[in-house]
């Protein structure tokens, strides 16, 4: 580049569109540029930093050992502080081939000490670094449930005493080994436990002798959770079973400890437990009510702090859950309890719905079932307006528990799935989809089990069949022009300059994972779990399925993203997302994400023949 276009190319990057004529060409007669390969470290952690990088094309990672900080990219500079302090706090290494002039120390320096703005917006910079810095160690626990495994948290040290142990000798154990809790092992070898609490409204409250056994007030029915395992999939585990404690045990099958709520809640600092608690304490539905309503803020501070889309779609689907179960025993005829099913399907089905769209619900009836018809359609009717009042949309396409199609005996159901199956068609193959989603809210889980296992045993074996279930996915075109650019539908004046993420990218990835998975017969619902699924059975290599996965998972990143933008606006939520909104480097990964998707269509339709069809 000429030095006008380096000046050029200076003065577009804030704050050095502060900089004076003499200074912008100080700047680029100290300019060179390199090339760099992929994977080369730029800036070494601890080391004294020589130069000021401006990319000009690729992108640099920065990371704590093996933790990506941040990310830079095309007309991004790093790192203005470590030259000001004279120290690299992080490395930064290119994650791909990277052009990039360099500035010296020394050149910036001497500039920076000569502007005021300058100085005061990299020293402001510095301010504002340490403020965030403090927020983050405040919120670090949270943050650190991406990485953190169980081992990492307080975890209490296991003691095991047999099952015949006094209570009064049980206590002193407490007290000399100073532990919370015991667990106790029966001549069976099964394992059972005895806390603080069991001692008080156990034994002090029913005046138990203290040389009667403790195993008289354990429990059993214990969850184990590996110490190599995330943190966060202990408190999922702890919020689906409604658990305060789980044991631990490690890579041999050996019980090395127990971790507990208020461990859990020094590394997760939500009020996630609370409001799962408010759920399970629930005495009325307005109480059920204000506790549901605290989803949304759970949902931003998670967003906020950075924890991926996957985990917090994981960790609101069980609370969602949680309500849709409280409230069915709330308002169910004591008939329908333990003879139904209530099933979530679709998006929250999937486990992959995070901001309340709309309901996808259906109430599947054992045949022995002595509810009347008209206390069912007086339930479901009464459920459906519930949720609505709890903030759950009504489903457009009226699938609902009030909606009589999805509410049904299991005959009438498995008559239902026979035609689905044996009378192809466009209604047919999305209620099929539809349900094929569906999991257990409530209820009688086998009953589900048996529907499933019915569609599978009567689905075709031919490739005919998923060649037309799959075919939907070429009436959706990915919005990626030729040269990479952005394709709009010119058509749609209320979203131009939008794009249907979606239409565009999500659903074809659904749909696509869903129909391998039916052909594969298949019980997992959710599609990143489909996707290992399929990767053992050998659909996709481990590097494609990695692709898959992550582009699903940014595209469902911008989506809530925008959606929550909306939420704070009063907008209407829905899939479109404005690219001139994005950052230069999330318009590259969506545009990277869009041709993984890409690639995956084209898998279908060679595996399916779909332009044959």
């Known amino acids: 580049m000429s030095i006008h276009e380096q000046i050029a190319f200076i003065k577009e990057i804030p704050p050095f569109d502060n900089l004076t004529k003499s200074q912008l060409d100080f700047f680029a007669e100290n300019l060179d540029i390199i090339y760099l390969k992929k994977d080369v470290i730029l800036q070494q952690e601890g080391v004294e930093p020589k130069n000021l990088y401006f990319i000009i094309k690729g992108i640099v990672q920065e990371k704590q050992a093996e933790e990506v900080i941040s990310i830079y990219s095309n007309s991004e500079i790093f790192d203005p502080i470590s030259l000001i302090e004279n120290r690299s706090k992080y490395s930064f290494v290119t994650a791909q081939e990277t052009i990039c002039y360099i500035l010296p120390r020394a050149a910036f320096i001497k500039i920076l000490h000569e502007n005021p703005a300058l100085e005061s917006f990299f020293f402001q910079s510095i301010s504002q670094k340490l403020n965030a810095n403090m927020d983050n160690e405040k919120n670090k626990d949270l943050a650190n449930m991406m990485v953190a495994k169980v081992k990492d948290a307080n975890v209490h040290r296991a003691v095991i005493v047999p099952f015949e142990t006094t209570i009064f000798e049980a206590v002193q154990i407490i007290k000399d080994e100073r532990v919370p809790t015991l667990l106790l092992k029966d001549n ?61 045990k490690n890579n041999k099958d050996e019980i090395v400890g127990i971790i507990d709520q208020i461990s859990l809640s020094s590394f997760f600092a939500t009020h996630t437990f609370s409001v799962s608690n408010e759920i399970d304490n629930a005495k009325n539905i307005e109480e059920l009510k204000k506790a549901s309503q605290s989803f949304n803020k759970i949902i931003k501070s998670l967003h906020a702090k950075g924890v991926k889309v996957d985990f917090i779609s994981r960790l609101i689907n069980q609370l969602n859950r949680k309500v849709m179960n409280k409230l069915f025993l709330m308002l169910a005829p004591k008939e329908l309890i333990g003879k139904s099913a209530l099933l979530v399907m679709g998006s929250e089905g999937r486990g992959e719905q995070i901001l309340k769209t709309d309901q996808d619900n259906a109430l599947l009836i054992d045949d022995s079932c002595e509810c009347t018809q008209e206390q069912i359609e007086e339930f479901a009717k009464l459920y459906t307006e519930t949720l609505v009042d709890f903030g759950f949309p009504r489903c457009e396409g009226n699938i609902m528990v009030s909606n009589p199609y999805w509410c049904r005996r299991l005959k009438d159901f498995k008559d239902l799935i026979y035609e689905w199956v044996m009378k192809p068609s466009g209604d047919n193959f999305m209620n099929l989809a539809i349900f094929y989603d569906a999991v257990c809210a409530s209820g009688n889980r086998v009953l589900l089990d048996e529907l499933k296992e019915y569609l599978f045993k009567i689905g075709s074996t031919s490739k005919t069949f998923y060649m037309h279930f799959a075919k939907i996915i070429m009436d959706f075109n990915v919005p990626l022009g030729f040269f990479d650019g952005f394709v709009f539908d010119s058509k749609d004046k209320e979203h131009k300059d939008e794009i249907d993420i979606k239409k565009g990218g999500i659903f074809i990835i659904v749909q696509s994972i869903r129909t391998l998975s039916l052909e594969h017969k298949l019980m997992r619902v959710n599609t990143l779990k489909r996707i290992q699924e399929l990767e053992k059975k050998g659909e996709f290599d481990k590097e494609f399925a990695s692709e898959i996965t992550e582009a699903f998972n940014f595209l469902l990143t911008l989506k809530l993203k925008s959606n929550l933008e909306k939420l704070d606006s009063g907008k209407k939520i829905d899939n479109y997302i404005n690219p001139e909104n994005l950052t230069t480097m999330e318009k590259d990964l969506l545009k990277d994400s869009f041709k993984i998707v890409n690639k995956l269509k084209k898998k279908l339709e060679h595996h399916y023949k779909l332009n044959y069809v």
Request: proline share 0%.
């Open 188 to 248: 069976k070898d099964e394992i059972h436990i005895v806390t603080d609490s069991d001692f008080r409204e156990k034994v002090i409250l029913n005046r138990m002798d203290f040389d009667d056994i403790v195993g008289k007030i354990s429990n059993s029915g214990l969850k184990y959770v590996n110490e190599n395992d995330f943190l966060f999939n202990a408190q999922l585990l702890m919020t689906k079973h409604r658990l305060k404690r789980l044991v631990v």
